[in-house]
């Protein structure tokens, strides 16, 4: 679904993509979930939280920064339109006025993968000066899960204290740390096993998960 022309309610109405409940009344609200991209290194956690998360009975609603994009392409050769095509529905970073911006819209959780230092301090501090930012500010205020992947290293005492106050907040801070003891064999190994914590901690386990079972 393309948000490009937020302008336009007819055009939006016409465009988007019938959600689940819409198609059949009877059945369950499909658990909507917000990516957000932003332009710290990383980009490939983004993306493979994309892939992982698509499956029946999610709806995964994406926003990406400038510099998200700009770290996409670096780091992978994709391109805006290609995490776009990976999405349920898709937003402008500036739409502030689009449905996710509102409380009333129900949403399951949002996670932020990569988060830039930027990005967080701009949550912190409630600054809601774009659609990424004001999604995860509802997210906060209507108290559902906000995650975190917070890529920096090393870090600095405002970075610390910064993200102690939104832990106080309510969210959920979950830097991409490897771990080593499921052997990984190579780069993809280390990048799904953080994904499969984020996707346990947003209360959607990937079914294929790799679990610690000695
Ligand atoms: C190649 C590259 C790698 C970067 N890596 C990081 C990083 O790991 N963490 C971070 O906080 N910022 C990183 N930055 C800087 C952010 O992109 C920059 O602070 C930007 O303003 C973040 O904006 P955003 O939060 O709107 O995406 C990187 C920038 C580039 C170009």
């Given at each position: 679904?393309?948000?490009?022309?937020?302008?336009?309610?007819?055009?939006?109405?016409?465009?988007?993509?019938?959600?689940?409940?819409?198609?059949?009344?009877?059945?369950?609200?499909?658990?909507?979930?917000i990516?957000?991209?932003t332009?710290?290194?990383?980009?490939?956690?983004?993306?493979?939280?994309l892939?992982?998360?698509?499956?029946?009975?999610?709806?995964?609603?994406?926003?990406?920064s400038?510099?998200?994009?700009?770290t996409?392409?670096?780091?992978?050769?994709?391109?805006?339109?290609?995490?776009?095509?990976?999405?349920?529905?898709?937003?402008?970073i500036?739409?502030?006025?689009?449905?996710?911006?509102?409380?009333?819209?129900?949403?399951?959780?949002?996670?932020?993968?990569?988060?830039s230092?930027r990005?967080?301090?701009?949550?912190?501090?409630?600054?809601?000066?774009?659609?990424?930012?004001r999604?995860?500010?509802?997210?906060?205020?209507?108290?559902?899960?906000?995650?975190?992947?917070?890529?920096?290293?090393?870090?600095?005492?405002?970075?610390l204290?910064t993200?102690?106050?939104?832990?106080?907040?309510?969210?959920?801070?979950?830097?991409?740390?490897?771990?080593?003891?499921?052997r990984?064999?190579?780069?993809?190994?280390?990048?799904?096993?953080?994904?499969?914590?984020?996707?346990?901690?947003?209360?959607l386990?990937?079914?294929?998960?790799?679990?610690?079972?000695?």
């Amino acid at each position: 679904m393309n948000y490009s022309d937020p302008g336009s309610e007819e055009q939006e109405k016409a465009s988007r993509s019938v959600p689940n409940s819409e198609q059949t009344p009877n059945r369950a609200e499909p658990a909507r979930v917000i990516v957000g991209i932003t332009g710290a290194s990383g980009a490939i956690y983004g993306i493979r939280l994309l892939e992982r998360l698509r499956r029946p009975g999610v709806e995964i609603h994406l926003l990406v920064s400038r510099s998200g994009i700009r770290t996409v392409e670096m780091e992978t050769g994709l391109r805006l339109p290609d995490l776009r095509a990976m999405a349920d529905v898709h937003y402008p970073i500036h739409d502030v006025g689009a449905r996710i911006a509102s409380g009333s819209y129900p949403v399951h959780g949002m996670v932020i993968a990569p988060c830039s230092i930027r990005t967080m301090s701009a949550i912190a501090a409630g600054l809601s000066s774009n659609l990424l930012l004001r999604a995860a500010d509802v997210t906060l205020k209507e108290r559902r899960r906000l995650i975190l992947m917070i890529r920096e290293s090393p870090l600095h005492l405002g970075h610390l204290r910064t993200m102690v106050a939104l832990a106080e907040m309510g969210a959920i801070i979950a830097p991409p740390i490897p771990a080593f003891y499921h052997r990984p064999q190579n780069v993809m190994d280390l990048v799904d096993y953080s994904v499969e914590r984020v996707l346990d901690l947003l209360g959607l386990p990937a079914p294929d998960a790799r679990r610690w079972d000695p």
